[in-house]
Nanobody, 123 residues
Framework: QVQLVESGGGSVQAGGSLRLSCAVS????????MGWFRQAPGKEREFVAA????????SYAQSVKGRFTISRDNAKNTVYLQMNSLKPEDTANYYC????????????????WGQGTQVTVSS
């Protein structure tokens, strides 16, 4: 049974930074693409970033491009999301997810999710 556990969320002022982590167990992490998604109150969950199994390919939502960086450490079964220049509109619950594929495909191919970690950005 796959488990994904996020950490690193918190409250920060606009312009600040946070680093989210997601530890994965129960599946071969090193052969799976990983992703980060977020959901704000009253809104649908949206894609934030994804990374291929090797880390050689990444993808970002336009709203976070240039501010967020996704990375992974296959030796630690962990994926990260470095968030810089945070804005109040980044406030959301952030979820990591594991794909059934090794390359980055569509959001529907992420089939297991963590519980989420809250990020709150104040102005």
């Amino acid at each position: 049974q796959v488990q994904l556990v996020e950490s690193g969320g918190g409250s920060v002022q606009a312009g600040g930074s946070l680093r989210l982590s997601c530890a994965v167990s129960g599946r071969t992490f090193s052969s799976a693409a990983m992703g980060w998604f977020r959901q704000a109150p009253g809104k649908e969950r949206e894609f934030v970033a994804a990374i291929s199994w090797s880390g050689g390919s990444t993808s970002y939502a336009q709203s976070v491009k240039g501010r967020f960086t996704i990375s992974r450490d296959n030796a630690k079964n962990t994926v990260y999301l470095q968030m810089n220049s945070l804005k109040p509109e980044d406030t959301a619950n952030y979820y990591c997810a594991i794909s059934r594929w090794s390359s980055i495909t569509g959001p529907s191919d992420f089939d297991s999710w963590g519980q989420g970690t809250q990020v709150t950005v104040s102005s």
